[in-house]
C-alpha cells in the first residue's frame, strides 16, 4: 500500500502511475484519480490563460464554453509548424506563453475548426452567410 500525497488514503500500489526518473521506474506521488484531477485542473487554467489572450469566444459561432474552444493558425497554413506542436496540446500553449503570444492565432471551436478542415478552409457556418448576403441568381 501507498499512501497519496494528495488524498492522503492509503491504495494499493495499482491505483498509482509509474514514472521514469533517471532511468528508475517510481510512482508517482498522487493516486490515479487526484493525479486526472490535478492535471485536468491545470489544464483548464492554462488554457484559460491563452484563451484570455486570443479570444474568449469562438471567432466564428460565438461558443464560449472553454472546453469547446481551441487555437486557429489564422492563415490555415503552417503545416510545418503544427508538426511540431500540435495545436491544442499543453507543449502547444507552453509554446505560445515562452514566445509571449504570437499573433496569426484565433480562437475557435472545435465545430468551426473541424468544420473548415473539411470544408476546405472555409467554415459550414460562412459558406451559409455567403449564401444569404449573395443568394444565387436562379
Ligand atoms: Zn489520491
Ligand atoms: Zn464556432
Ligand atoms: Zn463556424
Redesign the pocket.
Known amino acids: 500500500m501507498k499512501r497519496c500525497s494528495k488524498c492522503g488514503e492509503p491504495k494499493p500500489v495499482s491505483e498509482f502511475n509509474e514514472h521514469r526518473r533517471r532511468g528508475r521506474v517510481e510512482l508517482q506521488a498522487y493516486c490515479i484519480p487526484c493525479a486526472r484531477a490535478v492535471n485536468s485542473a491545470w489544464y483548464a487554467a492554462l488554457k484559460l490563460k491563452i484563451l484570455a489572450h486570443y479570444g474568449l469566444f469562438?471567432a466564428?459561432?460565438?461558443?464560449s464554453e472553454p472546453v469547446f474552444l481551441t487555437l486557429d493558425h489564422v492563415d490555415g497554413g503552417g503545416r510545418e509548424h503544427c508538426r511540431q506542436i500540435k495545436v491544442g496540446g499543453t507543449s502547444f500553449y507552453r509554446w505560445l506563453i515562452s514566445h509571449g503570444f504570437p499573433a496569426g492565432f484565433r480562437t475557435?471551436?472545435f465545430?468551426?475548426n473541424s468544420g473548415r478542415q473539411v470544408n476546405g478552409g472555409i467554415?459550414p457556418?460562412e459558406e451559409v452567410m455567403l449564401n444569404v448576403a449573395y443568394p444565387a441568381v436562379a
Open positions: 469562438c466564428c459561432c460565438g461558443e475557435l471551436c465545430n468551426c467554415c457556418h
